[in-house]
Nanobody, 124 residues
Framework: QVQLVESGGGLVQAGGSLRLSCAGS????????MAWFRQAPGAEREFVAA????????YYADSVKGRFTISRDSAKNTVDLQMNSLKPGDTAVYYC?????????????????WGQGTQVTVSS
């Protein structure tokens, strides 16, 4: 069983930064592909960023490219999302996701395991 717990959300002014963290448990998490998604009120959940199990491949949605950075610490079973130059449009609940390796990081955005989410609110 894979469990994911997000932390680091909060309220920030436009132009500010936040760092989200996702802690995974379960013996297979260390080798899983990881990703972040977000869901704004009234909208569908959308992909934000993904990282392969080896960190060799990182993939970003166009809307966050150049502002967000995904990273992982396999020894600690954590994946972080550094968010800079935040905009009000980034306001959403952010979810951590995981899946076993072996699928395309850029071509396959379906994930098997999900955290409960953490709220990020960006004020103008």
């Amino acid at each position: 069983q894979v469990q994911l717990v997000e932390s680091g959300g909060g309220l920030v002014q436009a132009g500010g930064s936040l760092r989200l963290s996702c802690a995974g448990s379960g013996r297979t998490v260390r080798t899983n592909a990881m990703a972040w998604f977000r869901q704004a009120p009234g909208a569908e959940r959308e992909f934000v960023a993904a990282i392969s199990w080896s960190s060799a491949t990182r993939y970003y949605a166009d809307s966050v490219k150049g502002r967000f950075t995904i990273s992982r610490d396999s020894a600690k079973n954590t994946v972080d999302l550094q968010m800079n130059s935040l905009k009000p449009g980034d306001t959403a609940v952010y979810y951590c996701a995981s899946r076993p390796p072996g699928r395309s990081t850029t071509g396959d955005l379906k994930y098997d395991y999900w955290g409960q989410g953490t709220q990020v609110t960006v004020s103008s």
